[in-house]
């Protein structure tokens, strides 16, 4: 199919990047695993949210950062780099496709590798964040903590309610991870130019993603009206599973492996 419909848009999920030791949402059968993530107006209205999200941040960051591109990321770069894969839609926050070497990708919902002020709208590097939390709270070295996805922790409330945040360098405004929050939108420019990839190629190919979330799955809806053909990599069921003309219920490394072995 790849063969007879390139180029390919890939629309990538949590699951890619498990094999680099970063957690998911939700299990096969697409239910949560953890608690509900910190929601976007939350955040940006609660001080003890706030508190909460970087206090949790602070010591997942210590593993999110460690993270590397694994082979089904390093394989997927290399099915894109002889043409046969177009763009890359990642609804992950890890960076790890880019790593990879992999152009023409757009996150979908934004890199947790940047913090944004949300007064003066100045970008910074989340490391440089991680270093002025770590000035702020000596004591927070050694705490026993549980890695999360996108980069959270479990933490025992008791550090969270001692836990000091920062403030933006250049205004003292409130800073905010450079990501789009559940309950926020993604901005309508970027669906667009997804929009405008998608119609574009000639095939969409899902991997590692339950499309639980409407963000992404709305991709799916789109080729189908287009009569675009929609496979699906995944191991688990997943919302777009009456849309596909092909599904593969299996680890996404093991797949992109046999599929860049057997077509490159």
């Known amino acids: 199919m790849i063969q007879d419909h390139q180029p390919v848009t890939v629309l990538t999920g949590a699951g890619i990047s498990a094999q680099s030791g970063l957690p998911v949402y939700r299990n096969a059968n697409g239910n949560w695993i953890h608690k509900t993530p910190v929601q976007g107006p939350q955040f940006r209205s609660s001080e003890a949210v ?17 993270a590397r591109p694994n082979s089904a990321h390093r394989n997927l770069a290399a099915l894109q780099r002889s043409g046969l894969v177009g ?59 549980e890695v999360a996805p996108d980069g959270d922790a479990i933490v025992d409330d008791s550090h969270v309610k001692k836990f000091n945040t920062v403030d933006c360098t250049k205004c003292n405004g409130l800073l905010q991870p450079h990501v789009v929050f559940y309950g926020d939108n993604v901005p309508k420019q970027r669906v667009e130019y997804c929009m405008d990839s998608l119609h574009a190629s000639r ?17 799916c809806k789109a080729a189908y009206k287009a009569d675009i053909p929609i496979v699906m990599i995944n191991n688990g069921i997943t919302r777009a599973d009456d849309l596909t003309s092909l599904k593969i219920n299996h680890d996404c490394d093991t797949v992109l492996s046999k599929l860049k072995d057997s077509l490159l």
């Open 203 to 219: 095939m969409l190919l899902c991997i590692g993603t339950s499309l639980m979330v409407y963000s992404g799955y709305r991709f």
């Open 50 to 66: 706030r508190q909460r999200y970087w206090c949790r941040s602070y010591f997942g960051w210590q593993a999110f950062s460690r």
């Open 87 to 145: 763009h890359i839609i990642t609804q992950n926050v890890d960076g790890l496709h880019q790593s990879a070497g992999s152009k023409n990708t757009i996150a979908l919902h934004g890199n947790l590798s940047e913090v944004v002020c949300l007064s003066c709208g100045n970008v910074s590097n989340r490391s440089d964040l991680q270093n002025h939390l770590r000035e702020k709270n000596p004591e927070f070295l050694k705490i026993d903590f």
